[in-house]
């Protein structure tokens, strides 16, 4: 069993569609959880970054961690065609200081008019 | 935040030559690593590169075919030695920063080896 489990899809949904994105993991040591976003041909650029369980908004982003399911979500209200991207969770439990994560393969979202 | 840049944005070798990949950041930073992204598939960390040390490579990761430089905190080189067709993937530096638990990404490197 892989640490960090991440359906591929690729997901498509109508714009304006409520998106939801997740993960799964089995290293109960994870405390920091992020997701990154990544458009075709370019690097990751950080979306989302938690830390421990709870809920976290930023616009039409929230981010979701539940520790005792071991799951956590992206979600995406008001979907946008810009927003079609491979989106990727990443986790970390701090070892020594260093911030070494662990990646999901990443879900590919199709948002179309 | 931070600006990366990798040089070059991608490119087509033969097999059995090396090419070498430029790292830069608009900033100073502590740590740099290296990733490889492969179809499909999941960052992967090949090695995390240290200003004044030696690199330290992940498992499957060899300093011989991937060696490293790390000359000051802005800059950094990863060498793809010896290729073989397996080598064709995107190839990503990306660094630390301090104190905020996040990395950030350059714009990658796509390789593809004949």
């Known amino acids: 069993q892989k640490e960090v489990e991440q359906d591929p899809g690729p997901l498509s949904v109508p714009e304006g569609a409520i998106v939801s994105l997740n993960c799964t993991y089995s290293?109960?040591?994870?405390?920091?959880f992020m997701w990154y976003r990544q458009y075709s041909r370019k690097g990751p650029e950080l979306l989302m970054y938690t830390y421990s369980s709870g809920n976290k908004e930023d616009g039409r982003f929230t981010a979701q961690v539940d520790k005792s399911s071991k799951y956590i979500s992206l979600f995406i209200r008001d979907s946008q065609p810009s927003d079609s991207a491979t989106y990727l969770c990443a986790m970390s439990a701090r070892s020594g200081g260093s911030y070494i994560p662990t990646f999901g393969r990443g879900t590919s979202l199709i948002v179309h008019p | 935040s931070a600006v990366i840049s990798q040089k070059p944005s991608r490119d087509i070798c033969q097999r059995g030559t090396s090419l070498t990949i430029q790292c830069q950041v608009d900033?100073?930073?502590?740590?740099m690593f290296w990733y490889r992204q492969q179809p499909g598939q999941s960052l992967t960390l090949i090695a995390t590169?240290?200003?004044?040390?030696?690199?330290?490579?992940e498992s499957g990761f060899v300093i011989d075919k991937f060696p490293i430089s790390r000359p000051n905190l802005t800059f950094s080189t990863l060498t793809v030695s010896n290729m073989s067709p397996e080598d064709s993937s995107i190839y990503l530096c990306s660094v630390g920063i301090a104190g905020t638990d996040t990395q950030y990404f350059g714009p990658g490197t796509r390789l593809t080896v004949l």
């Open positions: 900033s100073q930073v502590t740590m």
């Open positions: 590169a240290n200003q004044g040390s030696e690199a330290t490579y």
């Open positions: 290293n109960s040591a994870f405390q920091y």
